[in-house]
């Protein structure tokens, strides 16, 4: 029975689309978008949220925003995978560099946001790492991944339109507002610009969007689109009946070895009693599932370990629980002529084990002219050195 699930599961896995595991592999947005999901996460109006946030700030000139959420890196760096999606796409405008990225890998239960060489000083990365562990990872760590996209997507347009480099256009009126109506959206922001309360000093006008960048958006609907709809479906079919197998394989009923009567399924509150300390603790970290079954003929407990398929936590070299976990902190970001350092800092939430190391990252490759053109999405060609944050959960 155990030979089964491995091959299904290994045939599920194979049936995905491989999308997300390498940069190249991941969908432009479309002209006027500025997320992309590819995991089908996210709901219409989160993403529709995020889309007008960016239009937003890219329609005053502030600088541009992207949110792209994938299943995992395929085993890369998330930072350096970050920071060429970054530079492949070119988020930001040309010359200004303004642009910032929000990745998230939801299999890695990893987030990175990444900041244009011209929005990376030392304000804008101390509102980066705010926003990355007071908002976004605290939303995931709830399972609420729809809030912590719209809390980083709605702080990175705030970090924008207070970065340093747009500190003169903030305070210039902005030549929208003389002829329509600002959104909610946009009033909630201006409001919270402090006025000076003398006449404005005249300044030059912010960067304007040449209106040839917003072209229509394709016709969808073609060959590619009803093939991603049939082995989407598919494979999340095949995902869907291998969840309601291992469902029905853990709750079927069991018997007792030793008298042949049926054994009974302890609750959460009274199998902990048949479970020692590395047990429990495994369990409350969400790492790994405990069901007791219980023989109230003998008085024999049968104890069955369910090991979670997405956590961020593994095997302790000393105690040997699921108890594990890794931060990193960038000592020194990656750029084009060298690479970076990150501190790596391991500790088991069980025991006393402890360890940490440096771990150095490749230097970054500059796209080819090729690659690096704009392929019809909205962004003018901003760079980035790899300045930002990193959280996980």
């Known amino acids: 029975m155990r030979a089964l699930l491995c091959w299904t599961l290994l045939f599920c ?18 002209p006027g978008s500025w997320s992309v999901d590819t995991t089908g996460t996210l709901s219409s109006p989160t993403l529709a949220q995020v889309d007008q946030w960016g239009s937003e700030v890219d329609g005053k000139g502030l600088g541009q925003l992207a949110v792209v959420v994938v299943v995992t890196t395929g085993g890369r760096n998330p930072r350096t995978f970050a920071t060429e999606l970054f530079n492949l796409w070119g988020i930001g405008h040309a010359g200004r560099d303004d642009g910032a990225l929000l990745l998230i890998a939801l299999r890695d239960r990893k987030a990175e946001i990444v900041l244009g060489d011209g929005v990376d000083s030392r304000a804008d ?45 903030s305070r210039a009126a902005s030549p929208l507002s003389a002829s329509s109506t600002p959104s909610p959206a946009a009033s909630s922001t201006s409001a919270n610009v402090p006025s000076s309360g003398t006449a404005p000093v005249q300044e030059p006008p912010p960067f304007r969007r040449p209106p040839s960048s917003y072209e229509s958006p394709p016709v969808r609907g073609g060959s590619n689109d009803m093939s991603v709809w049939f082995y989407g479906g598919g494979a999340g079919a095949l995902v869907a009946g ?69 956590t961020s936590y593994s095997k302790c070299p000393q ?60 962004f003018g060609g901003g760079r980035s050195s790899g300045g930002g944050s990193s959280g996980s959960w």
């Open 13 to 30: 896995a194979l049936s995905l689309p491989a999308q997300g595991e390498t940069v190249r592999a991941i969908p432009r947005p479309r």
């Open 125 to 169: 990365t101390a509102r980066s790492d705010a926003l990355m562990s007071g908002q976004i990872v605290p939303a995931f760590k709830r399972g609420d991944p729809g809030g912590a996209v719209l809390a980083g997507a709605r702080g990175l347009r705030d970090l924008l339109e207070r970065s340093p480099l747009n500190a003169s256009v």
């Open 319 to 378: 105690c040997e629980y699921k108890t594990k976990s890794e931060t990193s902190t960038t000592l020194e970001p990656a750029t084009y002529d060298h690479g970076g350092r990150v501190l790596v800092e391991v500790s088991c939430k069980h025991c006393s084990y402890r360890n940490s190391f440096t771990r150095s990252t490749p230097k970054l490759t500059r796209p080819s002219s090729s690659s690096s053109s704009r392929g019809g999405s909205s």
């Open 242 to 310: 291998f969840a309601g197998l291992r469902r029905w394989l853990r709750r079927r009923p069991r018997i007792c070895e030793r008298c042949a009567q049926p054994r009974q399924l302890l609750d959460e509150d009274r199998d902990d009693a048949h479970l020692d300390g590395g047990q429990q603790r495994e369990e409350r970290l969400g790492s790994v599932d405990y069901d007791v079954w219980w023989c109230l003929s003998c008085h024999d407990a049968r104890v069955e370990r369910y090991g979670a398929w997405l």
